[in-house]
């Protein structure tokens, strides 16, 4: 039997729960690492698909427009961009834009062999996913900064969603990775 693969937000939010300052921007995420990068490059290594939402897909692209370094995408991976508008022409090497709908695309996605696929965000992708109960699980870094205001991890909306913590790791640099399933 193949193993089910899995969809996993793998994210950094601010301690009061934003993923981003209201313009999209993330400068209070620039600080050193420990080594290990907080187990992000064993994560890396564990996934060969990435999904973008539309908005979080034009601010990589923005990013790469302007040389920042590490901001081009991966073409070793598979990156699927949602879009309900119309995507840019030419598609970004390595993109394939996706316009159906997410039950439908993530149960083709996971019959494909592969390894785990990350679902990169923002929270309006995620928020979408969540509500067809097309995410597994969350791997939330919390980074010890308030922001005040922002982009929140997940997009506004009447929910519910059980989650059951698979493992709670602390940092030297007081940054917290609290990893969890969402229950079925």
Sequence with gaps: MVR???IIVCIATSAD????RADGSFDWLDRPHPKGNYGLDAFYKSIDTILWGRKTCDMA???QKKGVSGSAFDTKVKNYV???GRPPSPAPAGVEFVNEPIKAFATRLRQKKGKDIWMMGGAGIIASFLDEGEIDEFMI????TFIGEGI???APGRRT???KLISCTKFTDGV????YAVRK
């Design 17 to 20: 729960g934003f993923i981003a």
């Design 161 to 163: 969603v059980p989650l």
């Design 141 to 144: 870094h919390v980074i010890p």
């Design 152 to 154: 929140p991890l997940i």
């Design 176 to 179: 917290v990775e609290l990893h």
């Design 61 to 63: 692209l923005d990013f």
């Design 4 to 6: 089910k693969r899995k």
């Design 82 to 84: 949602f879009t309900r």
